[in-house]
């Protein structure tokens, strides 16, 4: 079967927030006097948080904004860690704090996100922003289903009136993604590992949010045809015969793997999602890219609402 459906191009949407970023920074700059600065608390040696941080602080250099990375040692403890946060709240010229996860298994990850000034929130994890956001009052969101916000809106794909489903429901991606379809009038259902008949709950949604951890899970039989599905997840594959199993009829991404020795494949199987939906994002370069613009766009917003100069 020929692909039909429209790819959602996240890199596209991506520069044209980046777009919208700048001349605001440009303008804090001339305003404060400082550009919005963010600081990225990195603890320990998780080799994927360094290559997100790494992209997170190179595009706010490119968007003129101040960025720092913290790198405590992996054995931090959580007081060490409460420490630095309070030095950052206490700093003016710091706008946004983003605590990169997972922190190491001896810290409170709990007691380290409450910490963190709600006025510096970049990631919109902190209690106070969670009910923010369930109150929907105004306050930074979570950058990745913030950007999913945006991905469909700028697309032009209608939320009012449809019926949505977000398979996954963690505090960072699939309750805050719940959520904002629910402020924007979809008709949300939310399924997790104890919901049974996963596939028909799937099947009844306009708008599909997989959001699992599980390369591949999503499969032809959980997608109605002409459906949007997103997918948020991203799986790294390095097993030759998973790569297979998923993509079989790609040769080209099989090539891919054995150049590389391993593949991203997100948690919708990728020919299914093709050949049904009616738009969907490919994993790289779908919903990815929209969470690093979206943090930006939340430190400019942190740095413009506490800053009164
Ligand atoms: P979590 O592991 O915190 O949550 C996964 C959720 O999926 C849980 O609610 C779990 O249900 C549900 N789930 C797991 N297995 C099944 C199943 N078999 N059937 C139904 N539901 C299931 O993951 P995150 O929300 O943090 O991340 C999800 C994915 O998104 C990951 O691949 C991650 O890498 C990716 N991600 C991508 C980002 C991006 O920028 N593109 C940003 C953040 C995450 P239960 O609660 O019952 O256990």
């Known amino acids: 079967m020929e692909a ?4 959602l191009d996240g890199a596209h949407i991506r520069d044209q927030i980046k777009a919208e970023c700048a001349p605001r920074v440009a303008q804090f700059l001339q305003r404060c006097g400082r550009p919005p600065g963010l600081s990225v608390v990195l603890a ?11 992209s997170k602080t190179r595009t706010a250099a490119e968007l003129g904004m101040y960025s720092e990375t913290l790198t405590p040692p992996a054995s931090v403890s ?6 630095l946060i309070r030095e950052l709240n206490a700093r003016p010229e710091i706008d946004g704090i983003l605590v990169q996860l997972p922190l190491p298994p001896q810290v409170d990850t709990q007691a380290i996100l409450q910490a963190v000034s709600p006025l510096k ?3 919109g994890f902190h209690p106070v922003n969670a009910g923010n956001l369930m109150a929907n009052r105004p306050g930074p969101r ?19 009136r449809q019926k949505a489903v977000v398979v996954g429901r963690s505090d960072i991606v699939g309750k805050p993604m719940a959520l904002l ?28 949010v997989a959001a699992i951890g599980r390369p591949a899970f999503v499969t032809a039989e959980h997608i109605r045809p002409g459906a949007t599905v997103i997918d948020v997840g991203i799986n790294r594959l390095t ?6 199993r998923i993509f079989q009829r790609d040769p080209a991404k099989l090539a891919a793997f054995d150049q590389k020795g391993s593949l991203l494949v997100g948690d919708v199987d990728p020919l299914a999602m093709a050949e049904r939906a009616g738009a969907w994002t490919p994993v790289p370069g779908g919903v990815g890219p929209l969470t690093i613009a979206m943090l930006m766009a939340n430190t ?8 009164a100069c």
């Open 44 to 54: 320990g040696n998780n080799q994927a948080s360094q290559v997100y941080v790494r």
């Open 142 to 160: 979570p950058c990745t289903p913030a950007g999913i916000m945006e991905m469909l809106r700028r697309s032009g794909i209608a939320v009012a």
């Open 121 to 123: 929130d970049v990631d």
């Open 300 to 307: 400019i917003d942190c740095a413009e609402h506490r800053t």
């Open 239 to 244: 097993e030759r015969s998973e790569a297979e």
């Open 4 to 7: 039909m459906g429209r790819i």
């Open 78 to 83: 959580t007081e060490e860690l409460l420490e």
């Open 181 to 208: 379809l629910l402020h924007a009038d979809a008709t949300v259902t939310i399924c997790h590992t104890k919901t049974p008949d996963l596939p028909a709950v799937c099947r009844e949604a306009d708008i599909l």
